[in-house]
Structures are given as structure tokens and as C-alpha cells.
């Protein structure tokens, strides 16, 4: 199912995330979370460039509405390198890659695509096995920006993409990264995000 409401969730309502915004194309339900699960599993799964050909559509819409500075860079959520070496692949890399691409050719947007600024730095359990105060406690300095990179991102507004956003602790975890290395804003993109609830409790 499209997403279509830009809502914070009850969490970030009572207290604000590290990054700017979370924009997402889908609410993670069938047939959108086996394709993602797919993506997982094969590189080369053919849906991966429709989907992302709408959330280059979202984006797009989103920021127009909102007369907000676009994202100069684009950096994949990094994954573990032990993590990496068994899958064999990153699937940030992947919708990185054809997002950066249909922005490009279909709205006439460049972005940088960086890969190597940020990384992994702790390898635990996986995240959809923890519940929301595990993941929270699980991705407290979870990543960190590469020495060399932080003279390209100060200043900068960045976007980092997933596949999907469930709790926000890791999006949140490495938006506070980059922030502490001189990023000025920073945004994140995924294919699809969990049902946040709107009303604070």
C-alpha cells in the first residue's frame, strides 16, 4: 500500500529524532515486505527499480511541498563488515544506486552518491529480533563517520537510504553520527516504514 501521509510517529512526537525527515514510499505489509525480504536474499530481485522509481517520486513530491533544501548526498545505510562478507552484498548500495539513477533521469536531480563516508561499527543481534527499547539500547554509537569524510559533510544536507524503517533507532543512530561530524541536516529515505501511530500516548 502507497504511503501517504507524512505524520510523525507518537515517539517522535514526544521527542525528536536526530534526523530532518523520514520519507518512505510504502507501508511495510504484503506484497511490499516479501519483496523487500527478496531484495535481502537477491541483488538482482526485478521489482527493486519500480520501487524505487516510486519513492524517487515521493521524494520528489515531498520536498517540493515542503520547500526544504534538497539532500546534496546520498549514503546507504552501511551495513557490519561481518555482516556484509556473509550477505555478499549491501541492498542499501543497491536502492542507492537506481534511486540516485531516476532522480537523474526523471526529475532532472543530481545527488551524490557516497558509500564510503560512514560505517558500521558494532555487529549484535538482528534488529527485527529485538523489541523497540533493545533496539534503541543496541544502536547507541552504532556507526561511525570516516575521519577523512568529515571535511565533505560539514555543512551539508544529507539523506541516508534503507530499505525499511521500523522503530527509527537505527536511522536515528547514524543521523546522530553525521551530525556530530558537521552534517547540517540529515534525511532519511526508505522504501517502506512500519504503521506509526500519529497520536502521542
Not at 22 to 32: D, E, G, V
Not at 40 to 51: H, V
Not at 150 to 174: F, M, R
Amino acid at each position: 500500500m502507497p504511503l501517504n501521509s507524512g505524520a510523525l510517529c507518537a515517539t517522535c512526537q514526544l521527542t525528536p529524532p536526530s534526523f530532518r525527515h523520514c520519507i518512505s514510499a510504502f507501508h511495510y505489509q504484503p506484497p511490499i515486505d516479501n519483496l523487500i525480504l527478496r531484495l535481502k536474499q537477491d541483488p538482482f530481485t526485478a521489482e527493486i527499480n519500480q520501487l524505487c522509481a516510486k519513492l524517487a517520486l515521493r521524494i520528489v513530491k515531498r520536498y517540493r511541498e515542503t520547500q526544504l533544501p534538497f539532500p546534496q548526498t546520498l549514503i546507504p545505510l552501511p551495513l557490519h563488515w561481518l555482516k556484509l562478507a556473509r550477505r555478499g552484498f549491501n541492498q542499501s548500495d543497491i536502492i542507492g544506486r537506481h534511486l540516485a539513477r531516476h532522480l537523474a533521469t526523471e526529475h532532472n536531480i543530481e545527488i551524490e552518491l557516497r558509500s564510503d563516508l560512514c560505517k558500521r561499527i558494532t555487529h549484535g543481534q538482528a534488529q527485527h529480533l529485538l523489541n523497540a527499547k533493545k533496539r534503541l539500547r543496541s544502536m547507541k554509537k552504532a556507526f561511525a563517520v570516516e575521519q577523512r569524510a568529515i571535511p565533505h559533510l560539514d555543512g551539508l544536507t544529507v539523506a541516508v537510504v534503507d530499505d525499511v524503517v521500523t522503530t527509527g533507532a537505527t536511522t536515528n543512530s547514524v543521523a546522530a553520527a553525521l551530525l556530530r561530524s558537521g552534517a547540517a541536516q540529515v534525511d532519511i529515505w526508505s522504501i517502506a516504514r512500519t504503521s506509526w501511530n500519529n497520536s502521542p500516548r
